[in-house]
């Protein structure tokens, strides 16, 4: 794993405000269910931060990766708080990054991948990377010092091992 | 081995796995875990989720499907996507179904953005769109429903830039932009000889490529409407604001080539930016872009002669006037009874003739340019204030509401341009804006909900009103506007932006300028008590009760000294309610228990004294049963059950009239609703079972009718479900266990139906779904205490 530079990290608590702003203005709403991808999340957040498509690959794909963490608690505290708020909040689903089909709580797969955190951290934080973050599997593999193909692996094992625990 | 490391070892097996040939897996899977047999199962669960297509759903399934990208459509394998919007997304297409080969674009549009009106006008056009073969515009080769129901379109694919990014990157000197412009012109006019209208021109809809070629794009689509829209909504939706012709704003009326002439004038204007001097040019422009669809040229081929000849006649100008005046002279040596026979000549003249008349349009258009800033001015204020408000008390009308900000910047926008416009008119364009922020993203009426444009147009409010007043700060009007806009970014930082720090500095900043008018009227005393609130509610936002308190007593100490007329304006008592309300909150989270009761019970005296200076006004009685309803939620939280009924009981009633005043208010019944489900709790707290259960069938019959009115969404069922496992766990708590059955068998229904229609989050189905079952299972065959004395 690629060291965290110090520059950009104080850069994600400095826009912590930013992320929530964007996480609350999504689930701000009335409906009966919201659908939400929390990958255009953190590409909003960051577009905002700064002009994402002036930095270079490398550390946009860095920024998002690290951001894909932040990004996780700041979505799921932001559900909590709506929970809090309404007591009919509606369910959040979302679906399976690069998928068409399906639909997930997003709670639920919170849940599952705090289970899988303690089992796997290096497996959990690819599913952060993939869903919280949107990276794909090669930018995944640049940033991780890996090959896309066991990144590719890694990604399906961690995959199946939500599902099952999903379906559980 | 532990239950992590055995599911490491099933990731790390899993992954080998992949390795295998599918057939030899099972067999290849008994050979590494010998043995093993959690493991083997564990993995074996891996490798069948992995192949599972679906997971699970919540009951989304249309939505997430329609945003999904099919691999190819039809003959058509899809390559890339070149982007996506609101609309929908358009993807590169290769042909490939072996006849030939051709690269194309596909618009897939999202179910639901057409009306079926739309969706049937589009099918019935499709024919005509795509036998219109012209070299500018792009080929419309197929189109039609995804398996998903998506609409789409086939388009030949143009490598291009939208227009005026043409423009500016190629440096394109005037005589190309004409001849460019001339090409448009050619294109629109073969449509419309094939009675086809654009509909939706703009310098967007138009791609020159690297050859200079201009292609027309999305010919006859409309742009997407949302579903239930009526059709003149509908219709005016279609237009992008400054380029459709005014009389689409008004809809209705049926969108004729009139309309894609003034939208070909307000191109022409983009592309030439001509200057105040060019006289004949603008006179060109007037003349398509003219309000009253008469006044415009007939026709796209009258309006390119016009041109033409202006172009022609550049050099010769001077001679314009010249054979302008021999016509006048000619007109006026044979007399009035040459007039009728003139006109005809003149028309028939063409380019001269036709700018002579446009000359003279122009000339009267200054003539006219105070009276339409009047008149802008007017439709501004009315459209931003009495239509909305009218339009916000119908449910259903977000689209209306929707077209009616869209058309009010467009007149706002002509407003704000003239920077030496009076100031008055310049504040009013200042607070325009903030009212559309309202309109559009913050506001309690408002269900649009973009809070980003909201800031955005309140930034625009900000650029008028700040300089305004810096340069009169003295002037009260300027000074108190600023008020206003202060104190909507400061509701906006706390409440949309989670900003409380530049909430509680705009507050701060809106209180010292409100400081020499606070007593001024009614509503600046409002304002004063809304700055000090919102200076404590920022505080209040992160917990920060102990520093909010002393604003919520100094807005209180305010409030209780203004003199008799300010003090019974019903909006001051009002706004002196809420502080109270707030303040009470503050005292109870600081656990001052006392103080928090005595500030209650006066926020409840203030609101029902607003109730009793203006009766029946819902605003006002929802306030007064708000108050009354979070007295009893505090009196309960602190096991005061007789304070807390009384208090909702007096709750009730005034939601009661509410409803009874207005069967037809949604509010007045989810008032209802909430009232009563606190009343049938503090009931059962009590011990009064029977008294519970009777409102508890309020709860439920208000519900019920929510239900109904939405039409049994999904969303108003499962607040009935919920509210019937409610009402059956007050009756088990008292014992009527046949009672508390019969509403769970019910609910129970609603879940398991819901279920089985997918409309159910993963989260429901596990958790609430199986708990009900559960309490029926234990408690219900046959009605018994099944879960002990009390749940």
Same mark, same amino acid.
């Given at each position: 794993m690629t060291v965290e530079s110090p520059g950009q990290k104080d850069l994600l608590v400095a826009h912590y405000d930013e992320f929530r702003r964007v996480a609350r203005g999504v689930l701000n709403g009335d409906?009966?269910?919201?659908?939400?991808?929390?990958?255009?999340?953190?590409?909003?957040?960051?577009?905002?931060?700064?002009?994402?498509?002036?930095?270079?690959?490398?550390?946009?794909?860095?920024?998002?990766?690290?951001?894909?963490?932040?990004?996780?608690?700041?979505?799921?505290?932001?559900?909590?708080?709506?929970?809090?708020?309404?007591?009919?909040?509606?369910?959040?689903?979302?679906?399976?990054?690069?998928?068409?089909?399906?639909?997930?709580?997003?709670?639920?797969?919170?849940?599952?991948?705090?289970?899988?955190?303690?089992?796997?951290?290096?497996?959990?934080?690819?599913?952060?990377?993939?869903?919280f973050a949107g990276l794909t599997v090669e930018e995944i593999a640049d940033v991780e010092g890996s090959s896309p193909s066991t990144v590719k692996r890694q990604w399906r094992a961690a995959r199946a091992w939500l599902i099952s625990e999903l379906e559980r | 081995m532990s239950d992590a490391a055995l599911e490491r070892e099933a990731l790390a097996l899993f992954e080998q796995a992949l390795d295998v040939p599918p057939d030899e897996r099972a067999a290849w899977l008994d050979q590494k875990t010998e043995g093993q047999p959690l493991l083997r199962a564990r993995t074996a669960a891996l490798v069948s989720a992995d192949g599972s297509q679906k997971v699970r759903t919540a009951g989304a399934f249309a939505a997430i499907e329609a945003e999904a990208v099919p691999s190819r459509l039809g003959a058509y394998r899809i390559t890339? $996507? /070149?982007?996506? #919007?609101?609309?929908?997304?358009?993807?590169?297409?290769?042909? &490939?179904?072996?006849?030939?080969?051709? +690269?194309?674009?596909?618009?897939?549009?999202?179910?639901?953005?057409?009306?079926?009106?739309l969706v049937a006008r589009f099918q019935r056009e499709r024919q005509t769109l795509a036998s219109l073969t012209h070299p500018n515009i792009a080929r419309l080769y197929d189109g039609g429903e995804t398996e998903t129901g998506s609409p789409y379109i086939v388009m030949e694919y143009v490598d291009g830039a939208p227009l005026l990014e043409w423009a500016e990157q190629t440096k394109a000197t005037r005589a190309e932009r004409l001849r460019i412009f001339s090409d448009i012109c050619e294109a629109v006019a073969f449509?419309?000889?094939?009675?086809?209208?654009?509909?939706?021109?703009?310098?967007?809809?138009?791609?020159?490529?690297?050859?200079?070629?201009?292609? $027309? /794009?999305?010919? #006859?689509?409309?742009?997407?409407?949302?579903?239930?829209?009526? &059709?003149?909504?509908?219709?005016?939706? +279609?237009m992008t604001p400054g380029y459709a012709a005014p009389e689409r704003a008004t809809g209705g009326a049926a969108v004729t080539t009139s309309a894609d002439i003034f939208s070909l004038g307000r191109v022409l204007d983009d592309l030439l930016t001509p200057k105040p001097g060019e006289r004949e040019v603008r006179a060109i422009i007037a003349r398509a872009c003219a309000d009253d669809p008469q006044a415009r040229y007939p026709s796209v081929d009258a309006l390119r002669a016009d041109l033409d000849a202006w172009r022609a006649r550049q050099p010769v100008k001077a001679y314009s006037a010249k054979a302008g005046y021999r016509l006048r002279k000619f007109a006026a040596r044979h007399g009035g009874a040459l007039a009728a026979s003139l006109a005809a000549f003149v028309l028939l003249a063409g380019g001269l003739g036709a700018t002579l008349i446009a000359n003279a349009r122009a000339e009267r258009a200054r003539d006219l340019a105070e009276e339409r800033f009047q008149q802008t001015r007017a439709i501004a204020n009315s459209m931003l204030f009495e239509v909305f408000d009218e339009v916000s008390l119908t449910a259903g009308t977000t689209n209306a509401r929707e077209m009616l900000a869209r058309t009010s910047l467009t007149y706002l926008e002509a407003l704000a341009a003239d920077p030496n416009a009076p100031i008055d008119v310049r504040v009013e364009a200042g607070l325009g804006f903030l009212r559309l922020s309202q309109v559009v993203g913050g506001g309690q009426a408002s269900e649009l909900g973009r809070y980003e444009d909201a800031n955005a147009l309140l930034a625009q409010s900000r650029e008028i009103l700040e300089p305004l007043f810096e340069a009169h700060p003295g002037d009260e009007n300027v000074a108190r506007a600023m008020v206003t806009l202060l104190l909507e970014q400061s509701g906006a930082a706390l409440y949309t932006d989670n900003n409380a720090d530049a909430a509680l500095t705009l507050a701060a900043r809106a209180q010292t300028i409100l400081e020499p008018y606070r007593l001024a009227d009614a509503r600046a005393a409002r304002q004063y008590i809304a700055a000090l609130q919102a200076q404590a509610d920022s505080f209040g936002w992160n917990d920060r009760y102990a520093e909010a308190l002393p604003l919520h007593q100094q807005a209180e100490t305010f409030a209780a000294a203004l003199p008799q007329a300010l003090g019974s304006d019903v909006d001051v008592m009002r706004a002196r309610g809420s502080n109270l309300r707030l303040m009470g909150e503050a005292y109870h989270r600081l656990e001052m228990v006392e103080e928090a009761r005595l500030t209650l019970d006066r926020a409840v005296a203030q609101q029902r004294a607003v109730t009793e200076a203006a009766p029946n006004n819902p605003a006002y009685m929802r306030n007064y049963a708000i108050a009354l309803w979070y007295r009893a939620v505090v009196h309960r939280s602190n096991e005061r059950n007789e304070a807390a009924r009384a208090s909702i009981e007096e709750s009730v009633a005034v939601a009661r009239r509410m409803r009874e005043r207005d069967p037809n208010d949604a509010g007045a019944i989810r008032m209802v609703a909430i009232a009563t489900e606190v009343y049938a709790q503090v009931l059962a707290d009590l011990d009064r079972f029977s008294e519970s259960y009777a409102v508890g069938q309020e709860v439920i019959a208000a519900h019920r009718e929510l239900a109904r009115r939405a039409g049994d969404t999904a969303g108003a069922r499962r607040s009935l479900a919920a509210a019937l496992m409610t009402h059956g766990g007050n009756s088990y708590n008292g014992a009527a266990y046949a009672r508390a059955c019969a509403a769970w068998e019910e609910g129970l229904a609603i879940y398991e139906d819901l279920n089985r229609s997918g409309a159910m989050s993963e989260r429901d189905r596990t958790v609430t779904l199986t708990q009900s079952r559960d309490f029926v299972r234990r408690a219900c065959a046959p009605p018994r205490a099944g879960l002990g004395s009390r749940i």
């Open positions: 409906a009966a269910k919201l659908q939400i991808q929390p990958t255009d999340l953190a590409h909003a957040a960051a577009i905002k931060i700064f002009d994402l498509n002036r930095i270079d690959i490398r550390s946009r794909t860095h920024f998002l990766s690290l951001s894909a963490r932040i990004m996780r608690q700041i979505l799921m505290d932001e559900l909590r708080r709506l929970r809090a708020a309404k007591r009919q909040a509606p369910p959040v689903l979302t679906q399976w990054p690069g998928e068409g089909e399906g639909a997930l709580d997003l709670e639920d797969l919170d849940a599952a991948l705090t289970k899988l955190e303690q089992i796997d951290p290096e497996r959990a934080r690819l599913v952060e990377q993939r869903f | 890339d $996507l /070149i982007g996506r #919007g609101g609309m929908g997304a358009v993807y590169l297409a290769e042909r &490939d179904a072996g006849d030939f080969s051709r +690269t194309v674009a596909i618009k897939i549009i999202k179910p639901g953005l057409f009306s079926d009106d449509a419309h000889s094939r009675l086809v209208v654009h509909r939706d021109l703009t310098p967007a809809n138009v791609l020159v490529t690297g050859e200079g070629v201009a292609k $027309l /794009i999305d010919f #006859g689509i409309a742009r997407p409407t949302s579903d239930g829209a009526q &059709d003149g909504a509908a219709a005016a939706l +279609t």
